[in-house]
């Protein structure tokens, strides 16, 4: 139905930079919400930023003023632009949206794979 990949992850040192991408395709209706969580190794995965068709924004406390969250709604493609990186953002940060593949059918959530970024100190 719908399939999400991201990329762009990767091994970056503290105070750097990395952009993510993520490509919804498959048989897509409409997108609702799109956005990024993270799990790092013995944590739940928590929400990092997420943006509605309409563009409102939401960002992670721990996040905010580091990450900018974008879309591009023609190309189903939802980034997450990543500066001043810390070790403690070092995690496999999965992409989300939340889709319906037919006008009569409900929304549903569905995930990427996951791509890993590590942050050297």
């Known amino acids: 139905q719908v399939q999400l990949v991201e990329s762009g992850g990767g091994l970056v040192q503290a105070g750097g930079s990395l952009r993510l991408s993520c490509v919804a395709s498959?048989?897509?209706?409409?997108?609702?919400?799109m956005g990024w969580y993270r799990q790092a190794p013995g944590k739940q995965r928590e929400l990092v930023a997420s943006?509605?068709?309409?563009?409102?924004?939401n960002y992670a406390d721990s996040v905010k003023g580091r990450f900018t969250i974008s879309r591009d709604n023609a190309k189903n493609t939802v980034y997450l632009q990543m500066n001043s990186l810390k070790p403690e953002d070092t995690a496999v940060y999965y992409c989300?949206?939340?889709?319906?593949?037919?006008?009569?059918?409900?929304?549903?959530?569905?995930w990427g794979q996951g791509t890993q970024v590590t942050v050297s100190s």
């Open positions: 498959g048989s897509i209706f409409s997108i609702n919400a």
């Open positions: 989300y949206c939340n889709a319906r593949y037919k006008s009569y059918r409900p929304f549903n959530d569905y």
């Open positions: 943006i509605t068709s309409g563009s409102s924004t």
